[in-house]
């Protein structure tokens, strides 16, 4: 995927950024965002009212959210249109969260309701999509309901819950509070049960998550490995380069060389690289690398796996980068089976 460039805007005297374009190459997007839903009510907003709202207007639907005598119909009528209003434009998300709109809005993830709850949780994610928000929403209190919302009944609170968390993940302090408030348990299970969707944000955000060390720890004894790797064997599935992108970050750790390596990895990645497509051979290869290097046992597992014909193959038909990397196995490889003839 092609990235682009955050687009700057300037609204009421004030430049923000739009992060709803791709900030981050293949994991920059989530299935989920700019979540309008596809939940059937009678309401629908028209497209003149999916403009910017006078402030008073935003202030009444965030009474009506607040308000413990408007029925339930209200409520779920006020946070839908916030939430298709956080869907249109830059310029709305900055006035939906200057109005006040964010804690109750976070309040409704809590709720009973599945209706209110998966509005609550999409709003979020629309409003988290203006980089000015994210840190807003972060100690206005939203991360632990997110985390018990990757846990919904709800399949749609779910997915957009994981994919909220992943636009909330832009520093190393906000990753470590979102896995220290138990999040990749739940998004590891999206990966083992949801739908393609579901797994696309889960993956997505714990590709994000697993930047620091201690996620990366948390991730490998919360059983990554497992789905990792079965996404992967699928070499014509749709996760591969994710699924491997992913793999080399909790790799990077010596738990996750042997997870990985327990779970069975080296034949996998062995395979990846003799059937996958290039940048599937090339991401393969660099996970390999990672496992084996320093290892003798583990180079000795990758030879008895037949890892040396197909890397000679990258070698000779690939970038320049996978080239490298296959040309760095091969010599080790290579040189341990000399060593052991000798």
Known sequence: METENPVTYRYMRRNFNDSAGDPGGAFSDCSSSCAGGTTTLHHRLTPSSATIYSDESLRSLISDLESPSVTIDTQRHAAMELRL???????????IAGAGAVVPLISLISSPDSLLQEHGVTAILNLSLLDENKDLIAAAGAIKPLVRALRSPSLAARENAACAL?????????????????????????????RLRAK????TALYALCSISENKIRAVEAGIMKPLLEMMAETDGELVDKAGCVLRKVTGEEKGRVAAVSDGGIPVLVEVIEVGTQRQ???????LLQICEGSPAYSAL????????PLVS??????????KKAEMLIEMLRQLRTTEDC
């Not at 209003?85 to 006035?95: G, V």
């Not at 696309?200 to 993956?203: C, G, N, P, S, V």
């Open 281 to 287: 051979k090339e991401i393969a290869a660099a996970a």
């Open 302 to 309: 990758a030879v008895r796996e037949g890892a040396i014909p």
């Open 200 to 203: 696309k944000d889960a993956i």
């Open 85 to 95: 209003l956080a869907k249109h434009s830059p310029e709305n998300r900055f006035q």
């Open 166 to 194: 992943f636009r909330l993940s832009h520093s190393d302090a906000l990753k470590a509070t979102i896995a220290r408030s138990g999040a990749i348990p739940p998004l590891i299970s999206l990966l083992e049960s949801g």
């Open 314 to 323: 990258l070698s000779q038909s690939s970038t320049s980068r996978a080239m």
